[in-house]
């Protein structure tokens, strides 16, 4: 499909990377989209996304043919599809963990979330469901982080258990910020980044900096990740609605990031 205008304007941003693309990723949610709406949310930009998450248990509640349709429409653009993590926690509680892994298998999604952000269980059982996931062929996505704040993990614990999750098999380690993005994992009440101890935790990631989503619905987030980690970061939990927004920060094509390559903003353009 022709985008750019067809001129010869570039992107402000250079290195911006195209699918199939290992990092730059960007994971959208799907608070439960109406087929007519996915069909729009595709065509003006499924080539900028490369997941999309059936937020919570939305998946759920709606209704069994239109979630496979859906499912169908998104894979036919390259993207991955997952249900929310806390449809899997609900599994976890009930016992129905291999229940859910196959119903999902059947309804055709390619990934799964295995979080553990509303409830505690035991890291071996996490091994064992990243194992099981990937045998049955589902791309594993785990999530790092609680999602009540008086229960807000350490940093070390985080760090320990992102390496853990790769090392057993998780194709990627969502860091937790939930939908609003506030008061949670890495930023303070207002959604601002805790620059302390987000340093901390990027420290403790070292060089699996690409195997890293992090959550990061606000814009002041997304210009954040951008200007720390360029446009290639891997985000997520990004508004439906808000793609080509994060598209145009990515690429310079937004007043945030333009002067990424600018240092001298004082500089002036002369016509002809």
């Known amino acids: 499909m022709k985008r750019n205008w067809e001129t010869e304007i570039v992107d402000p941003v ?52 239109v979630v496979k349709k859906k499912i169908e429409k998104i894979k036919k653009w390259s993207i991955k599809v997952f249900p929310g993590g806390t449809l899997f926690e609900i599994a976890v509680t009930q016992n129905k963990i291999n229940e859910y892994l196959f119903k999902a298998k059947q309804l055709g999604f390619n990934a799964v979330e295995i979080s553990n952000g509303s409830i505690t269980y035991d890291g071996n059982l996490r091994k064992e469901v990243i194992g099981k996931a990937r045998d049955l062929g589902f791309m594993v996505l785990t999530e790092v982080g609680k999602k009540d704040k008086a229960k807000s993990l350490p940093v070390k614990s985080m760090v320990n258990q992102l390496k853990s999750d790769i090392k057993n098999g998780a194709g990627l380690v969502i860091i937790e910020a939930r939908e609003s993005g506030k008061n949670i994992s890495i930023y303070e009440e207002d959604g601002s980044v805790n620059t302390g101890k987000f340093e901390k935790l990027y420290k403790g990631i070292g060089n699996w900096e690409e195997n890293i989503l992090w959550e990061a619905p606000l814009k002041k987030q997304q210009v954040f990740m951008i200007k720390k980690f360029g446009p290639n970061v891997n985000l997520g939990n990004i508004n439906a609605g808000e793609v080509n927004s994060l598209e145009t920060l990515r690429r310079g094509l937004r007043g945030d990031t333009f002067k990424l390559t600018n240092k001298d903003d004082e500089e002036t353009y002369l016509i002809g």
């Open 14 to 65: 250079k290195g911006r990377k195209d699918k199939p693309r290992k990092t730059g990723l960007t994971m959208v949610l799907d608070k439960g989209l109406g087929l007519n709406e996915l069909d729009d949310i595709l065509l003006m930009g499924g080539e900028y996304i490369d997941f999309i998450k059936f937020s919570f248990g939305t998946s759920f509640v709606c209704p069994l043919e």
